[in-house]
């Protein structure tokens, strides 16, 4: 029997995603770690399409990992209702 089209992609990603974590340890032992975060970064984004995550749900998983008194907190900050924002480490851009 055939394979779909779809199979033969996800296939596909889950190739180069095995490819993209041998690049990222192949770039940590060779102490570049700076790279090895950039290659991070995609594999996160490969692995959010292949298990169909949204940026929201994303968002929601880290909002719900930071402990409640972190929020606490950010929510009695009187500059900003999230608090005080730290400078992002990488922008996503899509």
Do not use: F, W, Y
């Not at 089209?5 to 995603?17: D, G, K």
């Not at 490819?19 to 975060?37: F, K, M, V, W, Y």
């Not at 970064?41 to 930071?66: F, G, P, Q, Y």
């Amino acid at each position: 029997m055939e394979k779909t089209p779809v199979a033969n992609s996800e296939e596909r990603l889950h190739l180069i995603l095995a490819t993209l974590e041998q690049c990222r340890a192949g770039l940590i032992d060779s102490s570049n770690p700076e790279t090895a975060q950039l290659v991070s970064v995609a594999i996160l984004e490969l692995r959010m399409k292949l298990n169909r995550i949204t940026d929201s749900e994303l968002k929601a998983l880290c909002d719900a990992m930071v402990p409640d008194d972190e929020v606490a907190e950010r929510s009695q900050d009187p500059k900003s209702p999230h608090g005080p924002r730290r400078r992002p480490l990488l922008k996503l851009v899509k």
